[in-house]
T-cell receptor
Framework: GAGVSQTPSNKVTEKGKYVELRCDPI?????LYWYRQSLGQGPEFLIY????????DSGLPNDRFFAVRPEGSVSTLKIQRTERGDSAVYLC???????????FGPGTRLTVL | AQSVTQPDIHITVSEGASLELRCNYS??????LFWYVQSPGQGLQLLLK??????LVQGIKGFEAEFKRSQSSFNLRKPSVHWSDAAEYFC???????????FGTGTKLQVIP
């Protein structure tokens, strides 16, 4: 079956602009996660959704970052007033509730010039 | 707070040689432990996981890992490395429930002929 997909695969933007990154989880997976992976680092947790609601957004670095999952499937990570420090690969993962295993998408590489 | 240490940033092994990648974790309760592999341009793939039970865990691609509570370690091993194993390997620890996962900084494996 289809895995987790993320679009776009690459996004280049200018400092101060707004960007949206999309994640399509595996069908039927109720849990969805966003991570950020900076160069030379491991993925860093940003936010976790259970269904439509954000169950834990403690990893969002500041209020410029926001994520939604209005219908409990597709999720969008939104970044306002982008900064050069936001440049990273943004990973999405999904899982069935309680299974523990997260399936990761290929990521979106965001470059802020 | 949970944390993971991967002391080796980069490891080079000859094809056919054995491999051990080190991982130490910090977590107050019984941890959920994972090893992931990330190849260039690919999403993270789960190699194996430990939740409870037998402390020697078998995974995909011939990998295994051993949970040692006394040493707070979860080292990854493979008896004979193949060139296709060249990738970056991440150890991770999760808390219970929805698996808020904390990743280490990764170990990049190079395989030489």
């Amino acid at each position: 079956g289809a895995g987790v997909s993320q679009t776009p695969s690459n996004k280049v933007t200018e400092k101060g602009k707004y960007v949206e990154l999309r994640c399509d989880p595996i069908s039927g997976h109720t849990a969805l996660y966003w991570y950020r992976q900076s160069l030379g680092q491991g993925p860093e947790f940003l936010i976790y959704f259970q269904g439509t609601g954000a169950a834990d957004d403690s990893g969002l670095p500041n209020d410029r970052f926001f994520a939604v999952r209005p219908e409990g499937s597709v999720s969008t990570l939104k970044i306002q007033r982008t900064e050069r420090g936001d440049s990273a690969v943004y990973l999405c993962a999904s899982s069935t509730t309680g299974s523990g295993e997260q399936f990761f998408g290929p990521g979106t590489r965001l470059t802020v010039l | 707070a949970q944390s993971v240490t991967q002391p080796d940033i980069h490891i080079t092994v000859s094809e056919g040689a054995s491999l051990e990648l080190r991982c130490n974790y910090s977590y107050g309760a019984t941890p959920y432990l994972f090893w992931y592999v990330q190849s260039p341009g690919q999403g993270l793939q789960l190699l194996l996981k430990y939740f409870s039970g037998d402390t020697l865990v078998q995974g995909i691609k011939g990998f295994e890992a051993e949970f040692k509570r006394s040493q707070s370690s979860f080292n990854l091993r493979k008896p004979s490395v193949h060139w296709s194993d060249a990738a970056e390997y991440f150890c991770a620890v999760g808390s219970g429930g929805y698996q808020k996962v904390t990743f280490g900084t990764g170990t990049k494996l190079q395989v030489i002929p």
